[in-house]
């Protein structure tokens, strides 16, 4: 019988991981959590429920971690899954026959988004497009750090994708209000903008007025996520706003670069300002002039 082994990547997720853990527990013969660093009772949580507990330092996305957790994994086959997912029965059970019946090394699964309070069917990210590599024997896959990035078989590895049906995918919850969707695409559009720089690759005005409109009309129109009422709507305009910020943060980044640690925004410019006051000043005392070397946040 061949084993297998679910892995899960947390940060913070004390809401959800009871619920990632108890949907695959009874078909799968171990769970293993890896915790960057929680602050809330995440591990706790994942012990009590007879997860094997790793840490991983805390690097905000769960892709760096992704290739060390599966190298935890003791089963011949490997499940990763998000804490804020939940695999539907139908699906198990289908997981553990392609895995008895050795019918592939890698699987793609299809992935039911839920965004403000609904399932989407639709758009860009509907099951049919949503598919990720989630399933598959070890040994057979190659991973990347980069943000968002997906693992790839390797060569000659046997491909299967299980087709969305019924309830028969993973089951992301993945925002509830417009502010967490918006706190997330803050944050990742920050890690995805400086990763495109450190890859030396340059950035162009011209993305800010070409990406977002076409991923804006790919998404509702072509891929109709109109169908998805106004929340179809609403993401299909996220996404593109989520393009045009990733843009401006790269455009913004290799321009202007960093602003170094404790530096205030602008502070060359209002150094500049100040020094320009001092040097107008005539006839005043020398109290009335501006000591803008020694003021906190202006450049020395």
Known sequence: MSSISA???????EV????????????????????????????????SLGSRLYEYPRVGFVEPARATAVDYAAGEWVL??????????????ELRQIA????????????????????????????????????????????S?????????????????????????????????????IDKMNRYTTTEAEQILQECKRAAPWRLLLFPPVFFIQGYIFNQGWRDGWRGFYWASLMAFYRLTRETKHLQLFECGPTPAGEAPYSREVTELLHECNDSVSGYPSSHKVDANNAPGILR
């Open 7 to 13: 892995v899960i990547i947390t940060l913070n997720e």
């Open 16 to 47: 959800n991981i009871s619920r990632a853990i108890l949907s695959v527990k009874p078909w799968v013969d171990e769970v293993v959590v890896v915790d960057m660093m929680s602050d809330d009772r995440t591990a706790e949580i994942a012990v």
């Open 80 to 93: 990763i899954l998000d804490a804020d997912e939940v695999i539907s029965c139908s699906l198990g059970r």
């Open 100 to 143: 008895e019946r050795d019918e592939a090394d890698v699987c793609h699964l299809p992935r039911l988004n839920y965004v403000l309070g609904k399932p989407m069917f639709f758009g860009q990210h509907s099951p049919g497009r949503d598919v990720q590599v989630r399933f598959f024997k070890k040994g057979s896959l190659r991973f």
């Open 145 to 181: 750090d980069r943000i968002h990035s997906f693992p790839e078989p390797k060569t000659g590895a046997r491909v299967y994708t299980v087709q969305f049906a019924g309830n028969r995918a993973i089951h992301h919850f993945h925002a509830a209000t417009a502010s967490q969707l």
